[in-house]
T-cell receptor, first 115, second 115 residues
């Protein structure tokens, strides 16, 4: 079974530029999550999708971050414009439909550096 | 809101020895799940072990076991017979139950296994 795929793995941009990350969850997984992991900290949930609907985006800085999950499969996370404090690893995770336990499967992450 | 606290930023252990990683959490809920995730350097996060709060028996997975103290809201991870491949960041995480459950992570602890 293929795991969660993310691209790119690394990205360096200047502040005020835009960037987009892509995630392909495990086939059949209904729930998709985007996390931000700042160096030395645990992941923080940015947004959670159930199929193509948003379940929780309470911690997403909506003035600059946006995310979509068209057709309930792949997802993209965009930052526009980027700030220095957005430097972090962006993790995508997915979980199967109606999980008995919230077992999430993580992708390798995208390391973003904003200069 | 739930919080997860990992007060030890880093630990070191000799290969083949046993080490215990601490975690405390705060919640008003009676039923929930607790997890330990491992994040090796530059590699993706994987689940090590999980515990359902309604189970009194501590979870074990090969060399990994937990000490779950519900009243004290404590959830420590014991790694027996430490191996070099155990070198990683370890995150304690909490999840509520239900369809829209989400993970709350601690700050993590860096574990180094010395040869």
């Amino acid at each position: 079974e293929a795991g969660v795929a993310q691209s790119p793995r690394y990205k360096i941009i200047e502040k005020r530029q835009s960037v987009a990350f892509w995630c392909n969850p495990i086939s059949g997984h209904a729930t998709l999550y985007w996390y931000q992991q700042i160096l030395g900290q645990g992941p923080k949930l940015l947004i959670q999708f159930q199929n193509n609907g948003v379940v929780d985006d309470s911690q997403l800085p909506k003035d600059r971050f946006s995310a979509e999950r068209l057709k309930g499969v792949d997802s993209t996370l965009k930052i526009q414009p980027a700030k220095l404090e957005d430097s972090a690893v962006y993790l995508c995770a997915s979980s199967p439909p109606r999980p008995l336990i919230d077992e999430q499967y993580f992708g390798p992450g995208t390391r973003l550096t904003v200069t | 809101a739930q919080t997860v606290t990992q007060s030890q930023p880093e630990m070191s252990v000799q290969e083949a020895e046993t080490v215990t990683l601490s975690c405390t959490y705060d919640t008003s809920e009676n039923n929930y799940y607790l997890f330990w995730y491992k994040q090796p350097p530059s590699r993706q996060m994987i689940l090590v072990i999980r515990q359902e709060a309604y189970k009194q028996q501590n979870a074990t997975e090969n060399r990994f076991s937990v000490n779950f103290q519900k009243a004290a809201k404590s959830f420590s991870l014991k790694i027996s017979d430490s191996q070099l491949g155990d070198t990683a960041m370890y995150f304690c995480a909490f999840s509520n139950t239900g369809a829209n459950s989400k993970l709350t992570f601690g700050k993590g602890i860096t574990l180094s296994v010395r040869p």
